[in-house]
């Protein structure tokens, strides 16, 4: 089993100059994004014009399927899940109403799958557990997961930071952002805890993240 770590992200800011929405996902150039699954938005965080302002994210890299409860574009809530592990693998079965994941067993070398054998079309996602909470966050939606299909996800934990007020939490990303990304970072290769500065240039209105 590999190691689960945690990451403690703080991002402030003071006299910013403008109010600015950061949003936070998981959308790295992945294989497949915005064909066969799209990322949701993990957090959002405003930050005001004048004065001091922080926000707080919690991110462990123990990972999860789960079965979304989608409503209106939004994964509200997970009916059910089971943590999982790189290059391990899943089914999702149903009896009575009552959606159900295996206990993973070894799969494929590098990835996560999960087989969908409920006998119709099934909504599966990828997140990430956090402490205290009983379900994952989700990261990754697949949709239209057909019967005996099977979802292969290969989750690296990059994660992006855009200044837009476009999304919410939970909310469904199903085309590509268009504005640039102003932070990117791989959460295996910083420090458990980490503080990031959000600031804007006066000349030009470009936001940046600076590590505190």
């Known amino acids: 089993m590999s190691h689960v770590f945690t990451r403690n992200l703080t991002f402030q800011s003071n006299d910013l100059g403008k109010e600015a929405t950061i ?14 699954f799209f990322p949701v938005v993990w957090k959002v965080s405003k930050f005001g014009q004048t004065g001091p302002y922080r926000a707080h994210a919690t991110y462990t890299s123990q990972l999860a ?21 790189v290059s391990e693998k899943t089914s999702l079965t149903e009896a009575n109403e009552v959606y159900h994941f295996s206990s993973p067993e070894s799969g494929t070398a590098g990835v996560l799958q999960a087989v969908n054998n409920t006998g119709a079309i099934q909504d599966i996602a990828v997140g990430f557990m956090t402490p205290g909470d009983l379900m994952p966050k989700p ?20 994660l992006r930071a855009y ?16 504005t640039p990304a102003i932070w990117s970072q791989d959460l295996a290769g ?17 936001y940046t993240l600076v590590q505190a």
């Open 23 to 36: 949003m936070l996902t998981f959308d790295a150039d992945m294989k497949g994004l915005y064909e066969d």
């Open 65 to 85: 399927f789960s079965k979304p409860q989608v409503v209106d574009g939004n994964i509200i809530d997970a009916e059910t899940s089971v943590n999982i592990n």
């Open 139 to 158: 990261a990754l939606y697949f949709n239209g997961v057909g019967d005996g299909s099977h979802v292969t996800a290969q989750f690296t934990p990059v």
């Open 190 to 206: 910083l420090a458990e805890s980490t503080t990031w500065t959000l600031k804007r240039d006066l000349a030009t209105g470009r």
């Open 163 to 178: 200044i837009t007020s476009d999304y919410e939490e939970t909310a469904i990303i199903r085309g590509a952002i268009d």
